[in-house]
T-cell receptor, first 111, second 111 residues
Framework: QKEVEQNSGPLSVPEGAIASLNCTYS??????FFWYRQYSGKSPELIMS????GDKEDGRFTAQLNKASQYVSLLIRDSQPSDSATYLC???????????FGTGTQLKVEL | NAGVTQTPKFQVLKTGQSMTLQCAQD?????MYWYRQDPGMGLRLIYY???????DKGEVPNGYNVSRLNKREFSLRLESAAPSQTSVYFC??????????FGPGTRLTVT
């Protein structure tokens, strides 16, 4: 069983809408969580990190963490076509300085 | 400040050939990582180096070796390439707590 699960998508949203990307994890010891954006043919780019329960906002991005439900989400407000990419969720369990990645959700923002 | 650099960008090998993928970072990070990314499988950790002088196996180490040459450089060697090693290889580095930054990747094809 994959330790970090994401729906592969594609998730299609119209331009200007809110895109909601979700991630669940199985290891209750996971301490911190990260969202990466990966454009086709490019490398993953870190866009958000969250370490405690609640919301963290950065521009149009909001990361939400609920450790009781083992759930992490990324909201993208005012979605733009340039947001079309695959979004990878990653969890850090504190052992060996390693991250565990989900397989990613493909987001398509349509004009 | 180049961040994480990788060479080569593309490589085609015949089965049984060997090669070394090079990675360097200029962010003075202690930890470095090698991942492979395959369609539908997400990012899988091959080897990592938590600090200079140490290396450890990740999720899929078979068929690979690594060398942490110094704090800046971390190389990945394929001793006898197999078609199953056709993949995109990413190097990453991090300080703490585990916000990893990725290089541009190497696309490897083994025929």
């Amino acid at each position: 069983q994959k330790e970090v699960e994401q729906n592969s998508g594609p998730l299609s949203v119209p331009e200007g809408a809110i895109a909601s990307l979700n991630c669940t994890y199985s290891d209750r010891g996971s301490q911190s969580f990260f969202w990466y954006r990966q454009y086709s043919g490019k490398s993953p780019e870190l866009i958000m990190s969250i370490y405690s329960n609640g919301d963290k906002e950065d521009g149009r991005f909001t990361a939400q963490l609920n450790k009781a439900s083992q759930y992490v989400s990324l909201l993208i407000r005012d979605s733009q076509p340039s947001d079309s990419a695959t979004y990878l969720c990653a969890a850090y369990t504190g052992g060996g300085n390693k991250l565990t990645f989900g397989t990613g959700t493909q987001l398509k923002v349509e004009l | 400040n180049a961040g994480v650099t990788q060479t080569p960008k593309f490589q085609v090998l015949k089965t049984g050939q060997s090669m070394t993928l090079q990675c360097a970072q200029d962010m003075n990070h202690n930890s470095m990582y090698w991942y492979r990314q395959d369609p539908g499988m997400g990012l899988r950790l091959i080897y990592y180096s938590a600090s200079e002088g140490t290396t450890d196996k990740g999720e899929v180490p078979n068929g690979y070796n690594v060398s942490r040459l110094n704090k800046r450089e971390f190389s990945l060697r394929l001793e006898s390439a197999a078609p199953s090693q056709t993949s995109v290889y990413f190097c990453a580095s991090s300080e703490l707590p585990n916000e990893q930054y990725f290089g541009p990747g190497t696309r490897l094809t083994v025929t």
